[in-house]
Structures are given as structure tokens and as C-alpha cells.
């Protein structure tokens, strides 16, 4: 399968603070790229849909401020928290889709964030 | 939006059994149904994945079946096996793009 690349893969930080992620497809051209927020034994929720070279869709509830996104290319999008609280400490997990809605959407291997 | 709801949260089954877990969907647009499974502190990896115009995919010793009109699909794992253990993730979508993923369920292989 296809190979999504995600770094960091850990990452922490001070209270105030902002951190960058990027999330690369190595093999393909992604044209949409999602990012996901998972809790401990929790599900995959999604915080926002992004399209190369258009604003990303943020699902309700995500503050668009807080979290940048950023699909400047179709090979890397860049979610960056800023401004970090504990609160915002979590596992974060990107996925790429090379093809049209109903296509095989491929992982990155995630980035956990804690937040001190 | 789209709402998919997955049962059961746990399940342990002897080694050799089958396993079936089951989803349910709420948007009729969504055509897209893959399944997932993720094991610990790895990323998911898609096992199976089911489009709207087949009732039933299988792959060696996993299954999926779809009930449109039902708006349910489950996963049907035989022959289990210790490495069959993870989270096992169902999602729903292709209408509007996103993916909107089950709550997940922790599958157990008792040996």
C-alpha cells in the first residue's frame, strides 16, 4: 500500500506554546488529507478535511485558530496546535487519499503531543 | 452528518472461533464502508473495505457483509488467531468525502 509519513511521532511541549506536525504522502499525490484527534481507547474523530491549494473544512467544534491547517502541496499538509494547553495533550493521526470520495484513505503513523 | 455506531466495545473469543462485529449508518448517501484495525500505539491499517453495489467481500479468513436497506454492515473473522487481537475500526462515507469512524471494539484471541 501506499506510504503515509507522519512527524514527529512524539512531541512535547510548554503551555503556550505551539508545535507544527507534518504529514506526508511518499509515494502518491494526495489530493485530500484528513486530520484526526484520538483519545485513550477512544475512536478516530475527525477535527478537519483538507484539499491542496483550498482552505481546510473544519468539523464542528475545532476551533480553525487553535488548529492551522495547511495543504500547500499534494504531497504535505502541516497541522500546527497553537498556543498549547494540557488540555490539548492527545494523539494526533493524519490519513491521505489519493483518489475520489470512496477510495482507500492511507495513515500516517501519528504524533503524540503532551502538553506540560 | 453521518453517525455510525459499533457493537460490542469488547470481545474475546477463543482462539480458533469467529469473531463478528457489527456496525450501523445513518446516512443512506454513504457508499463506503471500510474497516480498520489498529494495534497498540500503531496506526490503522485497512484489513477490508466494502463499496454500496456488493452485499458481501471476502478476503481469506475475513468477511464483510453490508444490508443497505438495513443500514448495517459487520466484519466476520474465522479461524481466529493470537495475532488477530487489536482494535478492530468500522467507518462509513464517500458521500461527502469524510470518513466517519465506529467507536471501535477491543478484540481479544484467548489462546
Known amino acids: 500500500g501506499a506510504v503515509v509519513s507522519q512527524h514527529p511521532s512524539r512531541v512535547i511541549c510548554k503551555s503556550g506554546t505551539s508545535v507544527k506536525i507534518e504529514c506526508r504522502s511518499l509515494?502518491?499525490?494526495?489530493?485530500?488529507m484528513f486530520w484526526y484527534r484520538q483519545f485513550p481507547k477512544k475512536s478516530l474523530m475527525l477535527m478537519a478535511t483538507s484539499n491542496e491549494g483550498s482552505k481546510a473544512t473544519y468539523e464542528q467544534g475545532v476551533e480553525k485558530d487553535k488548529f492551522l491547517i495547511n495543504h500547500a502541496s499534494l504531497t504535505l499538509s502541516t497541522l500546527t496546535v497553537t498556543s498549547a494547553h494540557p488540555e490539548d495533550s492527545s494523539f494526533y493521526i493524519c490519513s491521505a487519499r489519493a483518489g475520489h470520495a470512496g477510495t482507500e484513505a492511507f495513515f500516517g503513523q501519528g504524533t503524540r503531543l503532551t502538553v506540560v | 452528518g453521518e453517525n455510525v455506531e459499533q457493537h460490542p466495545s469488547t470481545l474475546s473469543v477463543q482462539e480458533g472461533d469467529s469473531a463478528v462485529i457489527k456496525c450501523t449508518y445513518s446516512d443512506s448517501a454513504s457508499n463506503y464502508f471500510p474497516w480498520y484495525k489498529q494495534e497498540l500505539g500503531k496506526r490503522p491499517q485497512l484489513i477490508i473495505d466494502?463499496?454500496?453495489?456488493?452485499g458481501e467481500k471476502k478476503d481469506q479468513r475475513i468477511a464483510v457483509t453490508l444490508n443497505k436497506t438495513a443500514k448495517h454492515f459487520s466484519l466476520h473473522i474465522t479461524e481466529t488467531q493470537p495475532e488477530d487481537s487489536a482494535v478492530y475500526f468500522c467507518a462509513g462515507g464517500g458521500g461527502n468525502e469524510k470518513l466517519t469512524f465506529g467507536t471501535g471494539t477491543r478484540l481479544t484471541i484467548i489462546p
Open positions: 509515494d502518491f499525490q494526495a489530493t485530500t
Open positions: 466494502i463499496r454500496s453495489n456488493v
